[in-house]
């Protein structure tokens, strides 16, 4: 194992305009410390004994949220890690890492909690022109007895472009006989920072009777046409209720779900 260098991983996040954390602490970056619960400190691996314990112990990693779905200029998310060791923390780093990118963080110390597990979190920026990956997330940790652990894998998280659904069901009401109109458009945001029409995607509908909390997804489905429309037309007979439409995403793309309109049926 080897530690990062952090001028390559800066470089090359520089070259790309991806992922930024400027060197605030936590406290500026507006993040808020969680609050201390009583809790046994976690079980130490059992090839290490308090006495000859070699590394800081990484005991969890998470990016939030995920996925990290961007929007249109600037999308922040958090990444966070929870370090042990009894010499105390005195640097955390993290890696991203996928096919196609590779960056480097410092994280900054933001509390200790009751068990003596330190929390070490930094917020960072992504842009449209992020590579649309799986990343995974290696942590190396130091302490100040001057020891370092390299946690490979230790967790990982999906970056996808944001999409954008718009959806209307008509007419408003409608005889049990009828049929209803279910019609809207899909965007996709694309890599140079605007937002162009999606097509050829599918799109599924949900129906929610009048009164009920649960979604039904019904059979029928309907594909974008050359201008991102989609249209499709089913009968009434299910009754007053809500409409929707749901875009389930892609690799690349996030799923995207409209807002509901209701339909009278008389």
């Known amino acids: 194992m080897y530690k990062r260098k952090i001028a390559v991983a800066l470089g090359l996040a520089g070259s790309l305009g991806l992922l930024g954390a400027g060197p605030a602490s936590a406290a500026d970056r507006g993040l808020t410390q969680e609050k201390q619960t009583q809790q046994q400190r976690p079980a130490m691996p059992d090839s290490h004994e308090e ?6 112990e990484v005991i969890d990693v998470k ?32 890696t991203f890492e ?4 590779y960056y480097y963080f410092d994280l900054d110390y933001v509390k200790t909690r009751s ?21 995974t997330v290696d942590v190396d940790a130091y302490d100040y007895d001057y020891n370092a652990t390299y946690e490979r894998n230790a967790g990982s998280f999906s970056v996808k472009l944001n999409t954008v659904l718009s959806f209307n069901a008509s007419p408003e009401g409608v005889d049990r006989s009828g049929r ?3 019609a809207g458009h899909l965007d996709r945001l694309s890599r140079d ?35 991102g429309d989609y249209a499709r037309t089913v009968g009434a007979a299910r009754g007053d209720g809500t409409w929707r439409a749901v875009f389930k995403g892609t690799g690349n793309y996030a799923s995207a779900r409209s807002g509901g309109d209701f339909i009278d049926v008389t």
């Open 63 to 94: 990016v939030n949220p995920n996925p990290v779905v961007l929007h249109k200029g600037e999308t922040e998310f958090e990444v966070k890690a929870l370090v042990y060791d009894p010499a105390g923390v005195e640097s955390v780093e993290v």
């Open 98 to 101: 996928s096919p196609n990118d």
């Open 193 to 227: 920072n605007r937002y162009v029409d999606y097509t050829g995607k599918t799109v599924y509908f949900q129906f929610k009777p009048e009164g009920s909390s649960d979604w039904t997804t019904i059979s029928k489905t309907t594909t974008t046409n050359s201008s």
């Open 180 to 182: 209803i109109t279910l």
């Open 51 to 56: 006495d000859d314990y070699e590394g800081p």
């Open 115 to 135: 068990s003596g597990v330190e929390v070490w979190t930094a917020i960072l920026s992504a842009y449209p022109d992020t590579y649309t990956d799986l990343y």
